[in-house]
């Protein structure tokens, strides 16, 4: 099946500050998303972008499907941001099934 | 409100019970699936329907089983509970096999 990878898989920042999370997967994908879950585990989407840019506020997603890879950036960090951030990729499973497989996640930690 | 529910969103239970998790939805769509996540790692599909009627395990070996008589309801079943049950268990939907899916609050399960 595909594998995703994700680093950093911990993530520290103080608050106003930047950041990049990379996800790899090692076969063509028909889609990818990426969620934000929260502290009561709640999967809250953030992007789905099967490739190109997105942006939303402050939060914007490129995937560069041909190389396998998507980056998630995060501008001026608030502690809100804290929490689990998944990338997962939909494939073709075969006889019609389409499966959607999750990185382990970047846990992400912003401090006042 | 286009929404995806699941309840109990908390149960402790005694090993031995009988248990179903419930999941509705009111996207109006027609794929559906079962999630299971451990504390700290990543998603894995363990059942999936296409539609009323239509059932697959997915890659994550279960031990619980599902229904699908009505479109909009998609509830998980274990007929006797263990503590290697002890899990997140979340409920999805998209509209075509896929697409985007988009994820029900969860429901954490304790089995004593």
């Known amino acids: 099946g595909i594998q995703v990878e994700q680093s950093p898989p911990d993530l520290i920042l103080q608050e106003g500050a930047n950041s990049t999370l990379r996800c790899n997967f090692s076969?063509?994908?028909?889609?990818l998303q990426w969620f934000h879950q929260n502290p009561w585990g709640q999967l809250i989407n953030l992007f789905y972008i099967p490739s190109g840019t997105k942006q939303n506020g402050r939060l914007s997603a490129t995937t560069v499907a041909t190389e396998r890879y998507s980056l998630l950036y995060i501008s001026s960090s608030q502690t809100t941001d804290s929490g689990v951030y998944f990338c997962a990729v939909n494939g073709y499973s075969g006889a019609g099934s389409y499966q959607l497989t999750f990185g382990k996640g970047t846990k992400l930690s912003v401090i006042p | 409100e286009a929404d995806i529910y699941q309840t109990p969103r908390y149960l402790v239970i005694g090993t031995g019970k009988k248990i179903t998790l419930e999941c509705s939805q009111t996207?109006?769509?027609?794929?559906m699936y079962w999630y299971q996540q451990d504390p700290g790692m990543e998603l894995h599909l363990i059942h999936y329907?296409?539609?009323?009627?239509?059932?697959e395990k997915g890659d994550l070996s279960s031990e619980s089983t599902v229904s699908r008589i009505r479109t909009e309801h998609f509830p998980l079943t274990l007929e006797s509970a263990r503590p290697s049950h002890t899990s997140q268990y979340l409920c999805?939907?998209?509209?075509?096999?896929?697409?985007?899916?988009?994820f029900g609050p969860g429901t954490r399960l304790t089995v004593l």
């Open positions: 996207m109006g769509h027609d794929k």
């Open positions: 999805a939907s998209s509209e075509y096999a896929g697409s985007e899916q988009f």
């Open positions: 076969d063509s994908v028909n889609n």
């Open positions: 329907s296409y539609g009323v009627n239509s059932t």
